[in-house]
């Protein structure tokens, strides 16, 4: 049974230029949700995604922007990409039912560096 | 802004001790999980602990929470070099739908 899978696992970009990061859930599950994690500190929710729609969003600008296929996964996409959106870009699946949504399973994460 | 607040921010003991983490939050909560990540990689869920709940054990780990207080403590016994890592809380929103963390504590256990 795969868990969450991420990728790339690393990624180096110039200011400006714009990124699309990608996650697949883990199997079984429908809701994908993406996290931003700065060094030395705790994950920041970004948005998550639901039946293909955002669902809800956290504090973070229009440039960032997401997608969510048919078969769940999803892609994390950021414009105009500033030096302070150098972080670990994580992406956490779970299943929209009562008892399991409480629980949420992180992929390995994506490293993007911006110079 | 952060729900959670950990203490202490680093922590570092021997093996064989024991480490405990502590962590507060700021509003009324359904329930409060910790969450391991060893060198910037993804999360690990450890253990989940509901508002009505005060104590809660997974092997060597021990989780308290006090809701009077809002505060939780994350106990690891008989620690290892392998149990070295960023230790975080976090809540869920009431929909379930997002999690806030706190700023983690870093557990080093030397061999």
């Known amino acids: 049974d795969a868990g969450v899978t991420q990728s790339p696992t690393h990624l180096i970009k110039t200011r400006g230029q714009q990124v699309t990061l990608r996650c697949s859930p883990k199997s079984g599950h429908d809701t994908v949700s993406w996290y931003q994690q700065a060094l030395g500190q705790g994950p920041q929710f970004i948005f998550q995604y639901y039946e293909e729609e955002e669902r809800q969003r956290g504090n973070f600008p229009d440039r960032f922007s997401g997608h969510q296929f048919p078969n769940y996964s999803s892609e994390l996409n950021v414009n105009a990409l500033l030096l302070g959106d150098s972080a670990l870009y994580l992406c956490?699946?779970?299943?929209?039912?009562?008892?399991?949504?409480?629980?949420?399973?992180f992929g390995p994460g994506t490293r993007l560096l911006v110079l | 802004s952060q729900q959670g607040e950990e203490d202490p921010q680093a922590l570092s003991i021997q093996e064989g001790e024991n480490a405990t983490m502590n962590c507060s939050y700021k509003?009324?909560?359904?329930?409060l999980q910790w969450y391991r990540q060893n060198s910037g990689r993804g999360l690990v869920h450890l253990i989940l602990i509901r508002s009505n709940e005060r104590e809660k054990h997974s092997g060597r780990l021990r989780v308290t929470l006090d809701t009077s207080k809002k505060s939780s403590s994350l106990l690891i016994t008989a620690s290892r070099a392998a149990d070295t890592a960023s230790y975080f809380c976090a809540t869920p929103s009431t929909s379930g739908s997002r999690l806030t963390f706190g700023e983690g504590t870093q557990l080093t256990v030397n061999p």
């Open positions: 956490a699946s779970s299943l929209l039912g009562l008892e399991l949504r409480e629980t949420q399973y």
């Open positions: 509003t009324s909560i359904n329930n």
